[in-house]
T-cell receptor
Framework: EAGVVQSPRYKIIEKKQPVAFWCNPISGHNTLYWYLQNLGQGPELLIRYENEEAVDDSQLPKDRFSAERLKGVDSTLKIQPAELGDSAVYLC?????????????FGEGSRLTVL | QKEVEQNSGPLSVPEGAIASLNCTYSDRVSQSFFWYRQYSGKSPELIMSIYSNGDKEDGRFTAQLNKASQYVSLLIRDSQPSDSATYLCAALDTGGFKTIFGAGTRLFVKA
């Protein structure tokens, strides 16, 4: 069974530029999460989807971050414009059960560097 | 107090010893707890979950939950150099809507 797939693995951009990350969850997993992980810290939830519905986006900085999961499968996270403080690893995770069970399967992450 | 707190370490143990990793939690989390292992440059991987008071064993790993003292532990028996990683303690918030991670404890197992 294929795991959670994320791309790109690495991205370097200048500040104020846009950037987008893509995630394809494990087949059949209806719940999808985007997390942000800073160096030396644990992951922090940005947004959680149940199918195509964003059921928890309270931690998403909506002035510059947006996300979508149009068909309830793959998802895109966008930052526009990027700031220096956005440099981090963006992790996508999925879960086979509806609701937040805490049992998450993570992708390899997308490491963003903003110069 | 943060919802989930861990000592950042590093914790260094010799090969073959028992590694003990601890995590304390606040009243703002529920009674569902998880341990994730994260190798350097890799993503977190779930290794244990525990929902009730007491011990839960899986191979060389034992998770312990003490609700009265509000702490969760992970014991790794017969530690191997391949166990060297950061171990993240996580819990569901009281609403059950969000998984909250601690900052992680770095473990180093010396050969």
């Amino acid at each position: 069974e294929a795991g959670v797939v994320q791309s790109p693995r690495y991205k370097i951009i200048e500040k104020k530029q846009p950037v987008a990350f893509w995630c394809n969850p494990i087949s059949g997993h209806n719940t999808l999460y985007w997390y942000l992980q800073n160096l030396g810290q644990g992951p922090e939830l940005l947004i959680r989807y149940e199918n195509e519905e964003a059921v928890d986006d309270s931690q998403l900085p909506k002035d510059r971050f947006s996300a979508e999961r149009l068909k309830g499968v793959d998802s895109t996270l966008k930052i526009q414009p990027a700031e220096l403080g956005d440099s981090a690893v963006y992790l996508c995770a999925s879960s086979p059960r509806t609701g937040n069970t805490g049992e998450l399967f993570f992708g390899e992450g997308s490491r963003l560097t903003v110069l | 107090q943060k919802e989930v707190e861990q000592n950042s370490g590093p914790l260094s143990v010799p090969e073959g010893a028992i590694a003990s990793l601890n995590c304390t939690y606040s009243d703002r989390v529920s009674q569902s707890f998880f341990w994730y292992r994260q190798y350097s440059g890799k993503s977190p991987e779930l290794i244990m979950s525990i929902y009730s008071n007491g011990d839960k064993e899986d191979g060389r790993f034992t998770a312990q939950l003490n609700k009265a003292s509000q702490y969760v532990s992970l014991l790794i028996r017969d530690s191997q150099p391949s166990d060297s990683a950061t171990y993240l303690c996580a819990a569901l918030d009281t609403g059950g809507f969000k998984t909250i991670f601690g900052a992680g404890t770095r473990l180093f197992v010396k050969a």
